[in-house]
Structures are given as structure tokens and as C-alpha cells.
């Protein structure tokens, strides 16, 4: 069996081999044999060599753990920077879609909205409330619903009978643009029953929601459009394609 040199044994053969001149027995290991033949020729003494051979082994190590942590700070990196990619993609998508969502919402919108001709405007009777009532709906027929909105509005604390001011009145707000403000004047309307505004609602409140992006309060209000209604078939047709 090869006998392998301790540290020790090693510097003790090694400076008896360079006083006798010859070199380490043939049953030593053949590092160590290596080591006495190189050792004559060294201009440093046995224990500089080994220090200064430990520090480049702890330096070598010390290199090598700084290449994994390199090589680990790197595939964290990458795994941060494919994290982020990915989570930028998924917000690009979302918003998309959302973008996709919020044009066909209101695509659809133009589309099926049309403000329902009132009555008031259409009364020929000659009398001094006719005229009142009907100068104030000029505007909402003309398309300027904002002057109607405050026309209607104020008409409806000086004829608090006329029970479809509001509905009016909330269509204007609607046909305006003022969604947010329509949508709750719209709900308290859904149980008006006066000049079939409770069958009216329904539909125009649908629209609000669409034209708000809430596809699913949209659904629901239209879905409760009966069959007989005035709407029926143009609620069919927009559900279709929501």
C-alpha cells in the first residue's frame, strides 16, 4: 500500500533529502515523491511554501464561492426580470381587454340608444301649462338635453303631478353623457307607474349600466324586459351581443 505523508513527515523528509541529497522511499506517495524532487530547487523555506500554497487553495475557494453566488445572483435576476416581464404582459392584456371592453360598451351603446319622444311636446292643447310643458321639452327634442335637464328639472317642483318629469329628466342626464348621475334618477323610476315609465326604465337603465361598462347590471336589467314590451326585440338583439 502507497503510504501517504502527513504535513509534518512530509517537511521532515523533505529536509533530510536535501542534506543526504537522495529522495523519499519508493513506497511514498507519488504527490509526495513529486514534492521532494521539486523541493531542491525552491529558493523559500518548507513552511513559506505551504503557507503561501494554503492561501491560493483558500483564495481558489473563496473565487469559487464568489462564482456560484455570481452565477446564483444572476438566475435570480433573470427569474425577477422574467417575473416582471410576465406580470407586464398580464397588465397589457388586462387592459386590453378592458379597452376592447369599454369601445364595445359603448359601440353598443350608440347603437341602441335613441331618447323616447315625449308627450308634452306632441300635445296640441292651447293653454297656458301646455305651452309651459312644451317650450320646456323643445330642447330635449332638439338634442340641447342639457338645457332640458334644467328646463324639466324645474318643472317638476312646480307640477309634482306630471309623475314622468323624472324619467325625463333622467334621460336628459343620460342622453348628456352624465351617466353616474342618470343611473340612480333611472332606478327610481323602475317603479313609476305613470305613462308606462316603469316599462320604459328597465331599457334605459340598461343602457346606463353598458354605457358604464357594467355588462352585468346591464344583463340584469335587461333580461327583465317582458316579451310584449315595446323593447323586447331590441333587447334580444343587444343581449345577444354582449
Do not use: C, H, W
Given at each position: 500500500?502507497?503510504?501517504?505523508?502527513?504535513?509534518?513527515?512530509?517537511?521532515?523528509?523533505?529536509?533530510e533529502s536535501q542534506s543526504k541529497g537522495d529522495g523519499p522511499s519508493e513506497d511514498a506517495d507519488p504527490l509526495d515523491q513529486k514534492a521532494a524532487e521539486g523541493y531542491r530547487y525552491?529558493?523559500?523555506?518548507?513552511?513559506?511554501?505551504?503557507?503561501?500554497?494554503?492561501?491560493?487553495?483558500?483564495?481558489?475557494?473563496?473565487g469559487s464561492e464568489k462564482t456560484k453566488t455570481v452565477e446564483k445572483g444572476a438566475k435570480v435576476r433573470r427569474f425577477i426580470w422574467v417575473r416582471r416581464v410576465a406580470a407586464i404582459g398580464i397588465v397589457l392584456i388586462m387592459a386590453s381587454y378592458f379597452?376592447?371592453?369599454?369601445?364595445?360598451?359603448?359601440?353598443l351603446y350608440d347603437r341602441f340608444f335613441e331618447p323616447p319622444s315625449s308627450h308634452y311636446y306632441q300635445a296640441t292643447r292651447s293653454n297656458a301649462e301646455t305651452d309651459e310643458l312644451t317650450s320646456a321639452f323643445i330642447p330635449y327634442e332638439k338634442g340641447?338635453?342639457?338645457t332640458a335637464f334644467e328646463a324639466i328639472n324645474s318643472l317638476q317642483k312646480s307640477h309634482t303631478d306630471k309623475l314622468d318629469l323624472a324619467f325625463y329628466a333622467a334621460i336628459s342626464?343620460?342622453?348628456?353623457?352624465d351617466v353616474e348621475a342618470a343611473i340612480p334618477m333611472l332606478e327610481s323610476c323602475l317603479s313609476l307607474e305613470y305613462q308606462g315609465v316603469d316599462q320604459m326604465a328597465p331599457w334605459y337603465l340598461g343602457l346606463?349600466?353598458?354605457?358604464?361598462?357594467?355588462?352585468?347590471?346591464?344583463?340584469?336589467?335587461?333580461?327583465?324586459?317582458?316579451?310584449?314590451?315595446?323593447?323586447?326585440?331590441?333587447?334580444?338583439q343587444l343581449l345577444a351581443e354582449l
Open positions: 500500500m502507497v503510504a501517504k505523508l502527513s504535513r509534518t513527515e512530509l517537511k521532515r523528509l523533505l529536509q525552491l529558493e523559500e523555506s518548507f513552511d513559506a511554501t505551504m503557507s503561501r500554497l494554503d492561501q491560493r487553495f483558500a483564495e481558489s475557494l473563496q379597452l376592447f371592453q369599454s369601445k364595445n360598451s359603448a359601440s340641447d338635453f342639457a342626464k343620460l342622453a348628456e353623457g346606463a349600466y353598458l354605457k358604464a361598462g357594467k355588462l352585468a347590471e346591464a344583463k340584469q336589467y335587461l333580461q327583465q324586459i317582458p316579451e310584449g314590451s315595446r323593447f323586447a326585440q331590441s333587447a334580444e
